[in-house]
């Protein structure tokens, strides 16, 4: 049996003689069965995140209890039709349907606090559906809008510096990760008066936020963030600063709330790895 539940369903059918489609309703019904007996009456911590259903299109959005380590709720943003617990949406709408999901054991407005990226769907739609949450912005998707910044840099500096060809999944990794000979390629670059240079510390600095666990230290840290990267001169650490500076609130709120995405991220693995296993499933309700 522990053998057989780690198979793809197509390989369990030919294992045991059986349709596929057959094992599919079964397993259907039990999981209509046990979603039945959900008891949302105590969900005041959601994470939400979206993990691809399908390469290029596609992306199914995942609700979870981080008190309780579990997934209450899966929708798919897809444009065809979907069974009623992972009903499909584009925007906040994917948030108005867990709501309404969660208000058949539990209270929409008991939700006192919500991990989620910068999405301005999730922000405006757990702002409408989810009107008693305090928002909070996890620090992975934090931290990678600063990544992404500091590529855009390098990309714009690759063509006229020879220095940088080649470095740039090596500048996204932290320098705890890197191998000597990589870290022997980056050391050259505070020596130079290079735009990614600048970037890279203005980085390793914002990483350095999430080392304060202490809100009022988190605070006097970004603060003092903020006024190095809008007087840095570069352009695209100004405007992320300006981002930054939006969402202010949800930044320090995880300081606060200390919501961590580390188990909706878990579960997105864990999705990608199935779907691999079982080279993609022909319905995405499966």
Same mark, same amino acid.
């Given at each position: 049996?522990? /053998?057989? =539940?780690?198979?793809?369903?197509?390989?369990?059918?030919?294992?045991?003689?059986?349709?596929?489609?057959?094992?599919?309703?079964?397993?259907?019904?039990?999981?209509?069965?046990?979603?039945?007996? @959900?008891?949302?009456?105590?969900?005041?911590?959601?994470?939400?995140?979206?993990? #691809?259903?399908?390469?290029?299109?596609?992306?199914?959005?995942? +609700?979870?209890?981080?008190?309780?380590?579990?997934?209450?709720?899966?929708?798919?943003?897809?444009?065809?039709?979907?069974?009623?617990?992972?009903?499909?949406?584009?925007?906040?709408?994917?948030?108005?349907? *867990?709501?309404?999901?969660?208000?058949?054991?539990?209270?929409?407005?008991? #939700?006192?606090?919500?991990?989620?990226?910068?999405?301005?769907? +999730?922000?405006?739609?757990?702002?409408?559906?989810?009107?008693?949450? #305090?928002?909070? *912005?996890?620090? +992975?998707?934090?931290?990678?809008?600063?990544?992404?910044?500091?590529?855009?840099?390098?990309?714009?500096?690759?063509?006229?510096?020879? /220095?940088?060809?080649?470095?740039?999944?090596?500048? /996204?990794?932290?320098?705890?990760? @890197?191998?000597?000979?990589?870290?022997?390629? &980056?050391?050259?670059?505070?020596?130079?008066?290079?735009?990614?240079?600048?970037?890279?510390?203005?980085?390793?600095?914002? &990483?350095?936020?999430?080392?304060?666990?202490?809100?009022?230290?988190?605070?006097?840290?970004?603060?003092?963030?903020?006024?190095?990267?809008?007087? =840095?001169?570069?352009?695209?650490?100004?405007?992320?600063?300006?981002?930054?500076?939006?969402?202010?609130?949800?930044?320090?709120?995880? +300081?606060?709330?200390?919501?961590?995405?580390?188990?909706?991220?878990?579960?997105? =693995? &864990?999705?990608?790895?199935?779907?691999?296993?079982?080279? =993609?499933?022909?319905?995405?309700?499966?």
């Amino acid at each position: 049996m522990a /053998l057989i =539940s780690a198979m793809p369903v197509a390989a369990a059918a030919r294992l045991v003689g059986e349709q596929d489609t057959r094992l599919w309703r079964v397993l259907h019904h039990y999981v209509d069965q046990a979603r039945a007996r @959900l008891d949302t009456a105590g969900v005041s911590r959601v994470a939400i995140d979206e993990t #691809a259903a399908r390469r290029g299109h596609d992306y199914v959005t995942l +609700f979870a209890d981080t008190d309780e380590a579990r997934v209450l709720y899966v929708t798919l943003r897809a444009k065809r039709g979907a069974a009623a617990h992972w009903r499909t949406g584009k925007d906040a709408a994917t948030v108005a349907a *867990f709501a309404e999901d969660l208000a058949h054991g539990g209270d929409p407005r008991a #939700a006192a606090e919500v991990c989620i990226d910068m999405s301005p769907a +999730f922000i405006s739609g757990t702002a409408e559906s989810l009107p008693a949450a #305090a928002v909070a *912005f996890d620090k +992975f998707h934090a931290v990678k809008l600063i990544s992404e910044t500091v590529d855009k840099d390098l990309r714009a500096e690759q063509r006229d510096h020879a /220095l940088l060809k080649g470095m740039r999944y090596h500048r /996204l990794r932290n320098p705890e990760n @890197l191998s000597d000979h990589q870290r022997a390629m &980056l050391d050259p670059l505070p020596t130079h008066h290079l735009k990614t240079a600048r970037a890279c510390q203005m980085k390793l600095a914002f &990483l350095e936020l999430y080392e304060h666990l202490a809100p009022a230290l988190a605070t006097r840290w970004l603060k003092r963030w903020h006024f190095w990267a809008t007087h =840095s001169r570069l352009a695209t650490m100004i405007e992320v600063a300006a981002t930054v500076k939006r969402h202010w609130n949800g930044i320090h709120r995880w +300081f606060d709330a200390k919501i961590a995405n580390e188990l909706i991220e878990g579960i997105n =693995s &864990l999705v990608q790895a199935a779907k691999a296993q079982a080279r =993609s499933y022909r319905s995405v309700r499966y």
